[in-house]
């Protein structure tokens, strides 16, 4: 099995939008070349410092799979009772996308962290994980 992996530095904004409102078929149209926009409402997050995403692409006998893995920390309120897809943009302006309207949606581990009696702030690490043919899908925004 072999594999490739892309780290995608400077990430300086997340967002996260309602997944039933995106269009259809955004990783099929991906991967046909056409561009992708996302056109809905989205929701900015307050990330405290370094984001991470990393995409790990493997392929195997049964074809290719990527996996996609993003880090951050904030003290936002985030979703939890409907699906949702994540946006994040990096310094160069390129946003990317991870889930769209179809199944399987991403999934999301919070770990909840308090802050320390010197004053510092309660935030909790969020990361988002996410494994499709294409899970890592550049986006206009």
Not at 12 to 25: I, Q, T
Not at 49 to 60: F, P, R, Y
Not at 131 to 140: D, E, F, R, W, Y
Request: aromatic residues 8%.
């Amino acid at each position: 099995m072999n594999s490739q992996c892309i780290s995608l530095p400077g990430i300086v904004e997340v967002r996260w939008v309602d997944a039933r409102f995106l269009s259809p078929n955004m990783m099929a149209k991906h991967n046909a070349g056409l561009p992708v926009a996302v056109m809905t409402d989205t929701t900015p997050i307050i990330i405290f410092g370094e984001a991470v995403c990393q995409a790990v692409e493997e392929h195997d006998n049964n074809g290719r799979v990527e996996k996609t893995t993003l880090t951050f920390m904030t003290n936002s309120v985030l979703p939890r009772h409907y699906e949702v897809a994540w946006l994040f943009r990096q310094a160069s302006g390129q946003w990317w996308l991870i889930g769209t309207k179809e199944p399987h949606y991403p999934t999301v581990k919070i770990t909840y962290h308090s802050g320390e009696p010197s004053g510092e702030r309660a935030v909790h690490t969020v990361e988002i994980t996410h494994q499709a043919v294409k899970s890592l899908i550049p986006v206009a925004l």
